[in-house]
């Protein structure tokens, strides 16, 4: 991740991602929010690894959605990858190819060819918290600066 920001190009300034020391044992969203506080719901946001099979090809996404919904993994997602089948990535596959820890992902610096779906409502948030690629840490960033990213897209019914 560091290396991302270190490349880091756009609108928005490397310098407002700013990184948080937090304690891995409160890096799930539910955790989080029970030790520092019910307001950081709704500004925080969950990047999920989604596997998109179709003839015998997997194909890697992140995903983005506020943590208080869900990412349409089955409709939307699948349908956007051009898949039979989608399913939430293993934990090994997804730790394996990010190179980031489970729980903690981000995506900045996920690999180049992976898409970042972005739901609006993220990308609409003035400050959103978000995972740092480590469990140990977040991430606080302005909304649009996750349209940065290279393969980001707004995804329509992303999140519901």
């Known amino acids: 991740m ?3 920001l270190a490349a880091w190009s756009g609108p928005v300034p490397a310098d407002q991602v700013v990184f948080v020391d937090s304690d891995p044992a409160v890096a799930d969203t539910a955790d989080f929010v029970a030790a520092h506080g019910p307001e950081l719901r709704s500004v925080s946001a969950n990047c999920v690894v989604v596997a998109g099979k179709r003839g015998g090809q997997t ?7 506020r943590s208080p919904t869900r990412v349409d993994v089955n409709g939307t997602v699948r349908r956007h990858l051009g898949a039979r089948k989608a399913s939430f990535a293993p934990h090994e596959v997804a730790d394996g190819e990010s190179g980031m820890e489970y729980g903690g992902i981000t995506p900045i610096g996920l690999p180049a060819d992976w898409p970042v779906l972005l739901d609006a409502a993220v990308v609409d948030l003035p400050w959103v918290l978000l995972g740092s690629g480590r469990r140990r840490g977040e991430l606080i960033l302005p909304g649009k600066a996750l349209l940065q990213i290279a393969g980001s897209e707004v995804v329509e019914g992303l999140g519901r």
């Open 2 to 4: 560091s290396a991302a």
């Open 59 to 65: 194909r890697l996404a992140a995903c983005v959605v």
